[in-house]
C-alpha cells in the first residue's frame, strides 16, 4: 500500500475502485468424476487423466510462510492471513497484493468480513481480534483483547454490527464492533472452539469444537440454544447456507476413517441429513456454493491430503475433484462464485479454483498466489 506493502495505514480505495463486478461462466452440464492426475486418485478408480494445473499462472506469493485461512470479499477480492502474522488484502484475478496489515504478534489464525463489507476481521495466536478498514484512512480501526489463549473462531452479524469470537480457552464471547465492548462471555467445560459463523437473518450462530460438537448459539443472551447429535471426530469448521436451512461441519481423521462433511438441518429436525466421504486425512474446510443456474444446490471441502473436492449437495455424489500436489495441507476454502474457489495452503499459498465443464466437469487450478 502506498509503495509498501508492510504498512498498515496506507489508502485502498484506488485499488479497490479498479476491481470489476465481472460474471462467470455458467456450467452446462454435469458429471461425476475425478479429473486428478495423482496416483492416489488413479488407485481410487478416479479418471486419473492428467489435469491442466500445470498452466496455473504463478504470482508473487501474497505471504511469506503458510496461509491459514482465506475469505472471500466481493468481486475479484479477497482477504488472508498466515503464519507470517501478516493480513493480505489482494484481487485473485489479476494476482495483486493491494494491501498488507501488519500488527499481530503471533500467527494469524481466522479472516471474515460481510458480504460487500469495507472492514475485514481477523484473529490470531496473540490472543486478539482486530478489525481492519479497507476504504478512506484504512489500517487498523479496533481491537478485541480479551481471550486467554489462541483466538480460533470469528463470525460477524450479518449488519456489521456484532462480532462473536471463540477460542481454546473454552469461551464464547460477543462484541460491539464500534465500541470494541466484550457485552458477554460464556465458558463451557471443553469447548476448544474450531470455528465459527453465523445464521443468515438469524440471531444464531453455528460453532463447532474439539469436543466433536456442533453447537447453535442464541447471541441474543450468548446461550446455546441447540447442540447437535455428537460426532466421532474433532469437527474442524462449519458453514451455514444462505437460505439459513442447512449447515455444514467437517471432521478430523486419517487413513479415511473420519474426514466426513455433514449436512445438517437447522429449521425443522436439527438432525444430520447426509454424509459427504471420500477424503483421507483430516477435512479442514467445507462451504456452500453459491447457487449458479445449471449448477445443482453444491458443496466444497478441503482437506490435508491435498484435495479439494465439489459434492452435489443432495445426493452427496462428488462431481469433481483437484490435487493440489506439493501444497501440503489445504488449510481453508472460499466460495468467490458458483464456479471459483479460493484454496490457502500450508506450502503453495493461495490457490484459485475454477469449476470448468469440457468433455465433464473439471475443477481446475487457474491460478496461485
Request: aromatic share 4%.
Amino acid at each position: 500500500m502506498d509503495g509498501d506493502p508492510s504498512n498498515p495505514r496506507g489508502s485502498l480505495c484506488h485499488c479497490l475502485s479498479t476491481l470489476s463486478d465481472k460474471k462467470f461462466a455458467l456450467i452446462p452440464d454435469l458429471k461425476t468424476h475425478c479429473r486428478c492426475p495423482c496416483a492416489a486418485c488413479r488407485a481410487e478408480g478416479s479418471m486419473g487423466r492428467p489435469g491442466r494445473s500445470a498452466a496455473a499462472e504463478r504470482h508473487s506469493p501474497a505471504h511469506t510462510d503458510a496461509v491459514t485461512c482465506v475469505a472471500a470479499v466481493r468481486a475479484e477480492l479477497c482477504v488472508s492471513g498466515g503464519k507470517d502474522k501478516s493480513v493480505a488484502v489482494c484481487n485473485w484475478r489479476s494476482g495483486a497484493v493491494l494491501g498488507r496489515f501488519v500488527s499481530h504478534e503471533h500467527e494469524v489464525t481466522k479472516v471474515t468480513c460481510t458480504h460487500d463489507s469495507n472492514r475485514v476481521f481477523s484473529a490470531s495466536r496473540d490472543r486478539t481480534v482486530m478489525m481492519w478498514e479497507l476504504h478512506g484512512t484504512s489500517g487498523l480501526r479496533q481491537r478485541f483483547p480479551g481471550h486467554d489463549l489462541v483466538v480460533t473462531g470469528l463470525a460477524v452479524s450479518p449488519d456489521a454490527s456484532r462480532l462473536c469470537t471463540g477460542s481454546r480457552d473454552n469461551t464464547v464471547r460477543k462484541w460491539d464492533v464500534e465500541t470494541g465492548e466484550c457485552l458477554c462471555r460464556a465458558a463451557l467445560s471443553r469447548n476448544l472452539v474450531t470455528h465459527l459463523c453465523w445464521v443468515p437473518g438469524e440471531p444464531y450462530v453455528i460453532q463447532t469444537s474439539e469436543d466433536k460438537t456442533i453447537r447453535m448459539w442464541d447471541s441474543r443472551e450468548l446461550r446455546v440454544a441447540h447442540t447437535f447429535p455428537g460426532k466421532q471426530h474433532i469437527q474442524t469448521s462449519c458453514d451455514v447456507s444462505q437460505d439459513g436451512r442447512y449447515c455444514l461441519s467437517s471432521s478430523s481423521g486419517f487413513a479415511g476413517e473420519g474426514c466426513e462433511a455433514t449436512l445438517w438441518d437447522l429449521r425443522q429436525t436439527r438432525s444430520r441429513v447426509r454424509e459427504y466421504r471420500g477424503h483421507l486425512q483430516t477435512m479442514a474446510s467445507c462451504v456452500f456454493l453459491p447457487q449458479g443456474p445449471a449448477l445443482p444446490p453444491s458443496i466444497a471441502t478441503s482437506s490435508h491430503d491435498s484435495k479439494v473436492k465439489v459434492w452435489d449437495r443432495d445426493t452427496g455424489a462428488c462431481l469433481a475433484t483437484a490435487c493440489l500436489q506439493g501444497a501440503g495441507p489445504l488449510a481453508s476454502l472460499a466460495a468467490c462464485d458458483s464456479s471459483t474457489l479460493l484454496c490457502a495452503s500450508f506450502h503453495s499459498g493461495i490457490h484459485v479454483l475454477q469449476l470448468r465443464h469440457r468433455e465433464e466437469l473439471e475443477l481446475e487450478e487457474v491460478a496461485v498466489l
